[in-house]
């Protein structure tokens, strides 16, 4: 990924905490001063939440604190909740901000934004916006922001398929089959997992991949549930958890069964777990939502824009990646890492090109995992 320029500040910082607009909402306000290098863009940042989730919301206030600490923009982080009866006003909070006319680019996320966003973009149609982890919709003043989920689970399917041959590690038995928990049989969960599979099929091509699908992303219970019967009835030893909350539920069954190692996604999750559930998590594959708004600012600066438009932000651009330190670099054997290393560059540099579920009619992912179950 592009390097930021190095700029030096010439104020020091002020952050303040105001009250929120649209009615109380937790607004942070960070002002940097303009070094005379360039544009200084003021950004307001819309958490449909709070920060301190450990994942999106943490990983796009970092960038933009990035970007602030380089001098080149400022911003205000207003942290909306997330519960049934916070969602109730955030039509109101995008109204409010988008009226202002302080601002040149208003930031959401999630796949809870895209309504409200779209309201709004075609009430205030001069004003900027950016939506990541969503391409719900096309519109003239909103760019929108995904992530190649398919690159990723090349990644961690190689990964997996080399730790589920390494018996000496304890918990991999002698058996090459591995799981997934997926959310909801969909395009973008099937993304990933078409990913994971031809990862792990590019390591050892007679793998076994249990796949099974929670069909919500709220029931951890029915992800503990399916992991279970994974790791007992099948020997699976490394699952994949890809339903949010839900998919946590497979850690459980990692943990209490005492067979099998958790493999996280979206955020480092071994740095969210409890000291339990984090020992038995390998790894996770990494959405970096702070990097490619970074990533993003870089194009805009260099006259790149992408109003009205799709971009998928892969390895290249730091928007998808592998943990590699803590259980990754202490439980992993060399050879693994080396496996890994290799895969990793394999599809940075384009010698290898995954597949993507998005889009395809052709079921050739169904196919796919209806050929490697156990």
């Not at 409200?116 to 922001?145: A, G, H, R």
């Not at 067979?259 to 998590?281: C, H, L």
Request: proline share 2%; glycine share 10%.
């Amino acid at each position: 990924m592009k390097k930021l320029l190095s700029l030096l500040l010439t104020s020091a910082l002020t952050v303040a905490m105001l009250a929120g607009c649209g009615g109380g909402g937790d607004t942070t306000t960070t002002e940097t001063a303009d070094t005379g290098d360039g544009k200084v863009y003021n950004v307001c940042n819309l958490v449909n939440g709070n920060l301190g989730d450990k994942s999106f919301f943490d990983s796009a206030e970092a960038g933009l604190k990035e970007l602030q600490d380089a001098g080149r923009i400022t911003y205000t982080t207003i942290e909306m909740g997330g519960t049934t009866e916070d969602e109730a006003k955030w039509q109101g909070y995008l109204d409010e901000v988008s009226a202002s006319g302080e601002y040149d680019l208003i930031v959401v996320g999630t796949f809870q934004m895209p309504e409200y966003l779209k309201n709004v973009s075609e009430k205030y149609p001069d004003q900027k916006y950016l939506i990541y982890d969503d391409t719900t919709y096309e519109l003239p003043n909103v760019v929108n922001l995904s992530y190649a989920q398919n690159d990723l689970g090349y990644m961690v399917g190689a990964y997996a398929a080399a730790m589920t041959t390494a018996t000496d590690v304890e918990k991999i038995n002698e058996d090459a089959v591995i799981g997934f928990v997926g959310g909801v049989d969909s395009p973008v969960i099937n993304d990933f997992l078409y990913g994971y599979i031809l990862g792990a099929q590019s390591i050892n091509p007679d793998i076994k991949v249990d796949t099974r699908y929670i069909g919500n992303y709220i029931d951890p219970a029915k992800g503990k549930e399916l992991a279970e019967s994974m790791i007992n009835d099948n020997n699976c030893d490394i699952i994949w958890g890809v339903a949010g909350n839900a998919g946590n539920g497979a850690a459980e069954a990692c943990l209490e069964t005492g067979k099998a190692y958790f493999i996280g996604v979206d955020s480092d999750q071994e740095s969210t777990f409890s000291a339990e559930m984090a020992a038995i998590t390998l790894t996770s594959g990494l959405k970096n939502i702070g990097d490619s708004l970074v990533w993003f600012f870089d194009e805009w600066d260099a006259g790149n824009e992408y109003w009205g438009q799709h971009i998928l932000i892969g390895i290249n651009e730091g928007g998808v990646g592998l943990v590699t330190d803590k259980n990754y670099d202490k439980i992993s054997p060399d050879s693994v890492k080396e496996t890994v290393d290799a895969t990793v560059a394999a599809v940075t540099n384009g010698e290898v090109e995954v597949p993507t579920a998005i889009g395809d009619t052709t079921n050739a992912v169904v196919e796919l995992r209806e050929s490697v179950r156990p």
